[in-house]
């Protein structure tokens, strides 16, 4: 059989870089908010003199201490918010856009939302307050939560069978590599001088995420269209929602999306987390080496799981990813409650929470577009991740609410991580319900 890319054709290459690339640059719009959110926030919230006070050295620990819990009072509860509408904005730009592709086409929907949230992304640097930052983020998710379905299927149904395990890992990593470069745009911008906490600079760099806009017109220039899409637009009729809740199609339409929905919500309730975290414990610079480790981590492990994922049955392969990742978060947030400092046992447990927690993501490209036809595969998966996203989006509120000043953990993001991420335990139940599709062919 050969390598997985033996007898690749110019138009397969095509629609996996385009696809590997919008994945890439959403990771990196991902990637940039969680690591300048605290600056931002406290910009906007014109806390700088509870900032300046925070990171005295001059002053007493508690002084210091007390400053910083100010200021975690009003930024959690604005950085769950922010998290949570990003999450339904994505969930419902999946559905949306998803639909748009078993409509128009993979590639035509595809540039579209690569267009929405690279414009949306840009235009949060203009914004004046919290409230408005939210409902840009709000919107550039609506892009990003279409590009992954649309990408998805486009290359899963370009590719022959026997490729697919690695293109998943490989989509699974690619976005994760845009979240790593997020964080090495910041450090190297701070490098040079540019501090995030100063208005201009955090303003600048999401200004910078309009840039993958230039990818729709390599999108539409030399992408091609799905020949599978091409074909059952030809012999089916126009696909709808409703046709994924269907006699026979829901029993995978729902354990689909449950099985999204536990990863997602361990993820952005609890692991997206773990940046704020260090940054609250060392600064902006060591910030930026917690998502450099989360990111290391889950670009190893997105190939790894989807390879391991090929080989196993797809239920033992998310069983045995639960485990990894309610093991290791759990050690992560407990073991490393109270720590003063982010050092390398602290980076090397948030490379194996990144890894074990962001595998999931190599595994889902390989299961999902299993479960459904090609006619209905960008509306089905579509709504299966994206289910997970509106899921999650309630698992950052609680998140916010647990850490402000009225929660019962007061900023104490590490018991606030221990305890959401315990919904791996779910997840680990949830495996056997799975339909099992080792060995079956894309349905067509």
Not at 138 to 144: E, S
Not at 190 to 195: I, P, T, V, W
Not at 212 to 232: C, D, G, H, N, Y
Not at 314 to 341: E, K, M
Request: aromatic share 12%; hydrophobic share 55%.
């Amino acid at each position: 059989m050969g390598s997985w890319y033996t007898g690749a054709t110019r138009a397969q290459w095509l629609a996996l870089t385009a696809a590997l690339l919008g994945w890439m640059f959403d990771g990196f719009e991902q990637g940039i908010f969680p690591i300048v959110m605290r600056p931002a926030l406290i910009d906007m919230l014109d806390l700088h003199v509870d900032d300046e006070i925070s990171r005295d050295k001059s002053l007493t620990e508690q002084e210091r201490a007390s400053a910083k819990t100010r200021i975690d009072g009003q930024v959690a509860p604005w950085y769950g918010a922010i998290t949570a509408a990003f999450l339904v904005g994505a969930a419902l730009g999946g559905w949306g856009f998803g639909w748009l592709g078993d409509r128009i086409g993979r590639v035509r929907a595809m540039m579209l939302s690569v267009l929405a949230y690279s414009i949306f992304t840009g235009l949060c640097g203009l914004a004046q307050t919290p409230l408005q930052l939210m409902g840009l983020r709000f919107l550039a998710a609506l892009g990003m939560g279409g590009e992954w379905a649309l990408g998805v299927a486009l290359v899963m149904e370009s590719w022959s069978a026997h490729a697919r395990p690695m293109l998943a890992g490989l989509i699974g990593a690619a976005a994760n590599v845009g979240f790593m470069l997020a964080a090495f745009l910041v450090i190297g911008v701070e490098a040079l001088g540019f501090l995030m906490r100063e208005g201009g600079t955090w303003r600048f760099v999401l200004g910078a995420c309009a840039i993958p806009a230039l990818l729709t017109f390599f999108i539409r220039m030399f992408v091609p269209e799905s020949e599978k899409w091409q074909a059952a637009t030809l012999t089916g009729p126009k696909p709808s929602m409703i046709e994924i809740f269907t006699e026979g199609r829901w029993r995978r339409t729902i354990p689909g999306a449950l099985l999204c929905a536990a990863a997602l919500m361990g993820t952005w309730g609890a692991v997206q987390w773990v940046v704020p975290w260090a940054s609250q414990i060392g600064g902006q610079a060591v910030a930026g080496q917690a998502q450099i480790a989360l990111a290391l981590g889950a670009i190893l492990f997105a190939i790894l799981a989807a390879v391991i994922g090929s080989k196993y049955s797809r239920r033992g392969g998310y069983f045995v990813l639960a485990v990894g990742a309610l093991l290791s978060s759990q050690f992560l947030f407990r073991y490393f409650n109270g720590t003063t400092q982010v050092d390398i046992s602290f980076l090397l447990s948030a490379f194996l929470v990144g890894g074990c927690t962001a595998a999931f993501y190599g595994w889902f490209p390989l299961y999902l577009p299993e479960l459904f036809p090609t006619r209905l595969r960008a509306t089905g998966q579509g709504f299966c991740f994206n289910i997970g996203r509106i899921i999650a989006a309630g698992g950052a509120l609680m998140g916010s609410w647990l850490t402000s000043k009225e929660g019962p953990f007061k900023g104490d993001y590490a018991m606030m991580g221990a305890t959401l991420s315990l919904v791996y335990l779910v997840a680990i139940g949830l495996a056997w319900f799975a339909p099992e599709t080792k060995g079956q062919p894309l349905p067509d």
